[in-house]
């Protein structure tokens, strides 16, 4: 069975700088998504960054992108010159692809400050 | 031209009383789920749905039960609820199976 750990229960940083959430999981699939999403106090779930396991270039989108090492099973996610509109929850999540009756499984989540 | 709508946002009731939760995509989306956030924040799918055939039942409780009048609507009937269904629960829509899901804003299901 897949699973997916992030390890940082909670963080905190000043504004502008530049922040890395971890996360790790376990597969023995060779296709699959990984995804973050963010969870701000509004609770709206809203996706931030989407990666296909078959490409070996890393995602980006903006300030968000993602650091996709394959071998190690691990998707860390760097959030540049951070903004106070970036405390939330954020989840790292996994799915197997192709498969129809497969589902999401998220990580427990890290939840990040960002201090004025 | 909300994308993944829910009604209602909050639902206070008491234990025993059956209630529903709705949930609307207009995406054209085929596939709809429904998860379950406990208190800890933790997010477990429940049920989904493509093109109204259940594809995922997870071991939820048979008081659960979702209904997909059409491609576009997921509710989620529960009955006799009782304090540990208290939770945000959201619906979500993806294009296909195995395709980002897109969520709606989360019903805080509150029993007493």
């Known amino acids: 069975a897949q699973t997916v750990t992030q390890s940082q229960p909670e963080m905190s940083v000043q504004e502008a700088e530049t922040v890395t959430l971890s996360c790790t999981y376990d597969?023995?699939?060779?296709?699959?998504?990984l995804f973050w999403y963010k969870q701000p106090p509004s609770r709206q779930m809203i996706l931030v960054i989407r990666?296909?396991?078959?490409?070996?270039q890393n995602a980006t989108e903006n300030r968000f992108s993602v650091n996709f090492q394959k071998a190690a099973k691990s998707f860390s996610l760097k959030i540049s010159d951070s903004q106070l509109g970036d405390t939330a929850m954020y989840f790292c999540?996994?799915?197997?692809?192709?498969?129809?009756?497969?589902?999401?499984?998220f990580g427990k989540g890290t939840r990040l400050h960002i201090l004025p | 031209d909300t994308a993944v709508s829910q009604t209602p946002k909050y639902l206070v009731t008491q234990m025993g009383n059956d209630k529903s939760i709705k949930c609307e995509q207009n995406?054209?989306?085929?596939?709809m789920y429904w998860y379950k956030q406990d208190s800890k924040k933790f997010l477990k799918i429940m049920f989904s749905?493509?093109?109204?055939?259940?594809?995922i039942n997870e071991t939820v409780p048979n008081r659960f039960s979702p209904k997909s009048p059409d491609k576009a609507h997921l509710n989620l009937h529960i009955n006799s609820l009782e304090l540990g269904d208290s939770a945000v629960y959201f619906c979500?829509?993806?294009?296909?199976?195995?395709?980002?899901?897109?969520f709606g804003p989360g019903t805080r299901l509150t029993v007493t």
């Open positions: 999540a996994f799915m197997k692809q192709y498969n129809r009756d497969d589902k999401i499984i």
């Open positions: 749905y493509n093109n109204k055939e259940l594809i």
């Open positions: 597969t023995s699939e060779n296709n699959y998504y």
């Open positions: 990666q296909e396991a078959y490409k070996q």
């Open positions: 979500a829509s993806s294009p296909r199976v195995d395709h980002e899901q897109y």
């Open positions: 995406l054209g989306h085929d596939t």
